[in-house]
């Protein structure tokens, strides 16, 4: 396995430079100078020409593509043009909100999900079925944008039961002290409950608009999974035996479709750590995909190239992880 591992690491380098070159031509291909950006319009053409060979933008592409891969084989991303932040520091402050809201949304997702498939599948062709994959589609197909919006309406300006935006009411007086970047835990270790609490209820909505299309998808992938293991042979076989059809649906049944399911927990979960640039936006979310989005808005190239590739390196990094779990869920898998 551990050769296998290796192999799987060297992979990252061809598509973390395919990944590099094709933001960095894309970027170059947007209308407009990021120098007159920054300056504004009313600035002269020596300011925008000192700017530019500062920035190196007078440089020709293929030289600028080469400082930049350069820089990253020294795992330098740059400094951003517009705040003048390591690209790692930014990624390392906004990190961690976008962690937390992705494996809360994905907690929602497996936690009614995966029940929803199952539920579903042992109820094939019933109303339950015809509901629950019914509301699945609608999932799948509902804009997040759309929803958030929705929600916000809902619970924060009419019922007002939740905050609409931000992560945390920091005027609301608590002790609490960020110290790792990751608020829920820097307020248990505090014992700041006051402060989880305001935590959570931001959570809420940005989690459950975000959780939306990996809940769907998992009800729609566990429910064809099920259906294919419950008309295997064994399946009959232990019904024969008599085991009781709970024990047949939850040791047998469910643990032999996990492989499928897995793969698109482990998809999902490494898009979700990419950033929800909607969502993050919407909610006022401070995460590595509005900030993201802020980079491309303003043209900074440090920005947009090292958030990517940071994203890349995560979402490959995911899947390597749950190629590696298939062999704890089927032992008859073994890496070579």
């Given at each position: ?10 992979q ?27 300056l ?17 933008l ?12 350069g820089?990253?084989?020294t ?7 517009f ?20 494996v809360?949304a ?28 019914s ?6 197909s ?53 402060a ?61 479709a996990?492989?499928?399911v ?15 640039i ?16 802020e ?9 947009v ?11 490959v ?7 590696l779990?298939?062999?704890f869920?089927?032992p ?5």
């Amino acid at each position: 396995m551990g050769r296998y591992i290796i192999r799987r690491l060297l992979q990252l380098v061809p598509v973390l430079l395919g990944i590099s070159l094709l933001v960095f031509a894309f970027l170059h291909l947007i209308p407009g100078d990021p120098a007159v950006t920054m300056l504004g319009d009313r600035a002269t053409p020596d300011e925008v020409a000192v700017l530019r060979e500062r920035m190196g933008l007078n440089e020709p592409l293929p030289l600028q593509f080469l400082s930049f891969l350069g820089s990253l084989l020294t795992f330098d991303l740059g400094t951003s043009i517009f705040t003048g932040v390591p690209i790692w520091e930014e990624i390392r402050l906004r990190w961690p909100a976008t962690f937390e809201l992705s494996v809360i949304a994905m907690l929602i997702a497996l936690v009614v999900g995966i029940p929803a498939g199952v539920i579903a599948a042992v109820r094939k062709n019933s109303i339950v079925d015809n509901v629950m994959m019914s509301g699945s589609l609608l999932g799948v197909s509902m804009p997040v944008y759309w929803l958030g919006l929705l929600l916000v309406y809902l619970f924060a300006v009419n019922l007002q039961w939740l905050p609409p935006s931000g992560r945390i009411g920091v005027d609301q007086g608590f002790s609490f002290q960020p110290i790792t970047g990751f608020f829920i835990f820097d307020a248990l270790i505090q014992g700041d409950f006051g402060a989880l609490k305001n935590i959570l209820s931001h959570l809420i909505l940005p989690a459950v608009t975000l959780s939306t299309i990996p809940l769907a998808i998992l009800a729609r992938i566990t429910r064809s999974a099920m259906l294919d293991v419950l008309s295997q042979d064994y399946i009959r076989t232990a019904r024969a035996k008599g085991v009781l059809e709970f024990w047949v649906v939850a040791k047998h049944a469910l643990k032999n479709a996990m492989l499928p399911v897995v793969t698109i927990v482990g998809l999902e979960f490494g898009t979700l750590l990419g950033g929800a640039i909607l969502t993050e936006t919407i909610f006022s979310w401070p995460g590595i995909g509005k900030w993201i989005y802020e980079g491309i808005l303003l043209r900074d190239y440090p920005v947009v190239q090292g958030g990517v590739v940071f994203v890349a390196f995560v979402f490959v990094l995911i899947n390597l992880l749950v190629d590696l779990s298939y062999a704890f869920l089927d032992p008859r898998i073994q890496y070579k």
